[in-house]
Nanobody
């Protein structure tokens, strides 16, 4: 059973920074794409950013220029560095992983609140 364990959420003031981490374990197959999604109250879950095993990245327009996704393949860990945070970034952030055999996994979510 694959587990995705997230950490790094919390409360931050507008303009501040947070770094999210997500470690995957238990997969029989290599993890291909890892990413972060978020879901704000009353809204659908949306992609924030993802990264392939080879390092190719993809960002939502709202994340470009402020967020940076990276990963450590040896540790099966993905990171999301979030800078210049805005109140509209407030959401539950979910880690996502897709294996090379197209199985998809989700983390339990970590709350990010941007407020003064």
């Amino acid at each position: 059973q694959v587990q995705l364990v997230e950490s790094g959420g919390g409360l931050v003031q507008p303009g501040g920074s947070l770094r999210l981490s997500c470690a995957a374990s238990g997969s029989r197959f290599s993890i291909n794409v890892m990413g972060w999604y978020r879901q704000a109250p009353g809204k659908q879950r949306e992609l924030v950013a993802d990264i392939s095993r080879g390092g190719r990245t993809n960002y939502a327009d709202s994340a470009k220029g402020r967020f940076t996704i990276s990963r450590d393949n040896a540790k099966n860990t993905v990171y999301l560095q979030m800078n210049s945070l805005k109140p509209e970034d407030t959401a539950v952030y979910y880690c996502n992983a897709v294996s090379v055999v197209a199985r998809e996994y989700w983390g339990q979510g970590t709350q990010v609140t941007v407020s003064s």
